[in-house]
């Protein structure tokens, strides 16, 4: 019982240390793989569009919601065909969604904003 009491007044104050610094620092659980931290880094950046990816926007009729909460949201990335080592601003292609994708999308991922370059209707 005196082991589980010494261990316990370690434990509980080491868990609230450690949640409070990585909620500071803003670690979640939610995506470990590759696919998943890429995209939740993306959608943490500003986001700045280029004069074509404007236009294809336009024409395909996809407002910025759609683009932010489903294509990228639950699009997957080809890392195949992507940049990812690039320095200074790796390189992406997205594809959405994963299984017969429609959209393809081309970004840059910058350390203060994601730059999105192309926007292409696959079929």
Do not use: W
Not at 46 to 57: G, L, P, R, V
Not at 67 to 91: E, M, N, V, W, Y
């Amino acid at each position: 019982m005196k082991k589980l009491k010494f261990y316990m007044i370690g434990l509980i104050p080491g868990l609230v240390i450690v949640f409070f610094i990585l909620n500071k620092k803003g670690a979640s659980c939610s995506g470990y793989l590759p696919n998943s931290r890429v995209i939740a880094e993306t959608l943490s950046k500003d986001f700045k569009y280029s004069d074509t990816f404007k236009a294809e926007m336009t024409t395909l009729k996809i407002d910025e919601k759609f683009l932010k909460d489903s294509i990228i949201t639950k699009g997957k990335i080809d890392f195949d065909r992507s940049h990812a080592q690039k320095k200074p601003c790796p390189d992406y292609l997205l594809t959405y969604p994963e299984n017969k994708p429609k959209y393809e999308v081309t970004f840059e991922k910058c350390e203060e904003q994601a730059t999105m370059n192309s926007l292409k209707k696959l079929n």
